[in-house]
């Protein structure tokens, strides 16, 4: 029987792009800085899996994500030539936009919902820290926090789902991950947990919407490779709990 | 400056004397078992420190306290003469007990008033499943769920500590640990821990309440010992959001 729900919580349960673009264009308005503050987001996060790969594939011990974010701030400033432009003590800063992230709008009550029934936790690359700030941030009701820290590596590697599964002394069969990722999905129902899938066409902006590629198309192509899918955390509780 | 307060759990945040005897109490009325439910919860307790400390000094590795409490439910119910009372599945249920402990009543409204400007989880030896769990029973709104399980070893051991301020990406000065006794405390502060005592007079039974040993007259003994000292979690609270 189904006890907990675990979540993917960049781009599934917070809106990462709109949340670090917000926190960029307060720097870049203060310094006189043009770029698009969107297009500064997307680059910034498009370092993540690059990085996080070295520590999946053994070639570095694991780091907290709140470290891999700050390494790849600098090469995303220089990139774009603004490394003139950040101090140290502003890069601590704006890396903390990471904590900063607006849940979209049906996250809250959806998990909320969901939290009279079942234990609901992140289970998310971020740290314990990350999330733990952003879960206060944006009211993220969490029982408990696990996910990348717990298990000392990074998804999709296998050990994240189980560790978090035993964390909470339960079988993978009695817990869901909820993601609107199907690669996410695909690892957690090779380790046997329960599968739902959540689109969420806006995650990389509205030009993304129509992309035949993007993961919510791909994951409702595939909806019956998951046990649910819904269109909102929201209405996978309603599912759920009818 | 002070960002998280991490609690004791077991006498400090929730009584659990009271909450196991009326679990054993639940079994003992249907099985018609005269032993005082008190007794046997303090018994139980009783094979806590014992156990912990094969694996605090390298004798046995990590396990969860979830089952260090289930082999110990052996060990009193063989004492008591009271094993062929209790099948296997008998032996789990009685052992969510520790699941199902009523918190003391300031500490709901304590740790709610301190979540809106400190970060709050429980640095206990329970593992996370256990805690996790007890928060839901009693409302206990925690940020995130640290102690044992994270560090993989028992306190006072100081790795719980620093395990706990590591997960937040705290320093030890900027965490306060909370708690009813004062080994615990020695040793957070130990680790460059705040510390907060909080006397619980009635934790081992209104029969210690006037024991001069008793940990709430030895650590008022040494309040000077403290950064704080107050009654209760509500008014440490008020104390700290003054």
Redesign the interface.
């Given at each position: 029987m189904l006890k907990a729900l675990i979540f993917d919580v960049f781009g599934t349960v917070v809106d990462w792009r709109s949340g670090v673009a917000a926190e960029a264009k307060r720097f870049f308005d203060v310094k006189g800085i043009g770029l698009d503050p969107f297009e500064f987001a997307d680059a910034w996060r498009g370092e993540y899996q690059p990085t996080m790969e070295r520590v999946r594939s053994g070639n570095r011990g694991y780091v907290?994500l709140?470290e891999l974010h700050r390494e790849n701030l600098d090469i995303v400033l220089d990139r774009f030539d603004l490394a003139g432009y950040f101090d140290a003590a502003d890069r601590v800063e704006l890396n903390h936009a990471w904590e900063k992230l607006p849940p979209w709008p049906d996250s809250v009550p959806g998990l909320t919902a969901l939290k009279e029934d079942f234990?609901v936790?992140p289970c998310s690359n971020g740290?314990?820290?990350l999330?733990?700030?952003m879960?206060?941030f944006g009211g993220l009701p969490?029982?408990?926090?696990?996910g990348a820290?717990?298990a000392g590596n990074y998804k999709p590697r296998e050990e994240v789902y189980l560790a978090s599964c035993n964390?909470?002394?339960?079988e993978p069969s009695q817990v869901m991950m909820v993601a609107a990722h199907p690669g996410d999905l695909d690892a957690a129902k090779a380790c046997g947990l329960m599968t739902a899938f959540i689109p969420r066409p806006l995650e990389f902006g509205p030009s993304h919407e129509n992309d035949p590629q993007a993961d919510h198309h791909a994951g409702m192509r595939r909806r019956d490779d998951w046990n649910y899918t819904a269109e909102s955390v929201k209405i996978l509780a309603e599912i759920l709990m009818a």
């Open positions: 907290p709140d234990i936790a740290s314990i820290a999330m733990t700030r879960a206060k969490w029982d408990a926090i696990l820290d717990i964390a909470l002394r339960l």
